[in-house]
């Protein structure tokens, strides 16, 4: 059956970074789009941007634009989202999602000094 | 960017009754919205694809309308597994847009 299974919870502190992953099985990685999606506390859903899985071409919304970069691991079916120079306005839970079907079960990052 | 406006934001119903949600978007999407049921601690899951079509494995309680602009989902008898929290998603344009949810419980 189709999954995406993200990495764990992160503690970091204001100015580092974090790494998500987001693995994927049971269907063809590079045959659709890997969308990401931020949900801070007690806030709606906002659309990241999303990564062309088979040429690997990133798209940013405006307001992810800079410190926020999307890659893959394709030889793992693996997609990989990176925010540098963590704010406290990074603490969210971020959901990775096939095109606009299956997510995953969403990473907790807590930006905290 | 396309607005997509949802109502209500929470909803108390009791067990059999008939739930609607209403998502109005600020443009034309055709019919590119999808509806999805969130759990807490839980990974959204997709019901209503293109605002009419059921997901594969979904139960047929639930059903998408739309007209125009407006788009809707309904439960049509509620059952204690249906609470939870439902948001609607136009992917018809970048940047794809959510609508505020509905938080639905039980009366």
């Known amino acids: 059956q189709i999954q995406l299974v993200q990495s764990g919870p992160e503690l970091k502190k204001p100015g580092e970074s974090v790494k998500i992953s987001c693995k994927a099985s049971?269907?063809?990685?590079?045959?659709?789009?890997m969308h990401w999606v931020k949900q801070a506390p007690g806030k709606g859903l906002k659309w990241m941007g999303w990564?062309?899985?088979?040429?690997?071409?990133?798209t940013y919304a405006d307001d992810f634009k800079g410190r926020f970069v999307f890659s893959l691991e394709a030889s793992a079916s693996t997609a990989n989202l990176q925010i540098s120079n963590l704010k406290n306005e990074d603490t969210a839970t971020y959901f990775c999602?096939?095109?606009?079907?299956?997510w995953g079960q969403g990473v907790m990052v807590t930006v905290s000094s | 960017d396309i607005q997509v406006t949802q109502s209500p934001s929470s909803l108390l119903a009791s067990l059999g009754e008939r739930v609607t949600i209403t998502c109005q978007t600020s443009?034309?999407?055709?019919?590119?919205l999808n509806w999805y049921q969130q759990k807490p601690g839980q990974a959204p899951m997709l019901l209503i694809y293109?605002?009419?079509s059921l997901q594969t494995g979904m139960t047929s309680r639930f059903s998408g309308q739309y007209s125009g602009r407006s788009f809707t989902l309904t439960i049509t008898s509620l059952e204690p597994e249906d609470i939870a929290n439902y948001f609607c998603?136009?992917?018809?344009?970048?940047?794809?847009?959510f609508g505020g949810g509905t938080k639905l419980e039980l009366k």
């Open positions: 998603l136009q992917h018809y344009s970048a940047p794809w847009t």
């Open positions: 999602a096939r095109k606009a079907d299956y």
């Open positions: 990564i062309n899985t088979y040429t690997g071409k990133p």
């Open positions: 049971g269907y063809t990685f590079t045959d659709y789009a």
């Open positions: 293109y605002a009419t």
């Open positions: 443009q034309s999407i055709s019919n590119n």
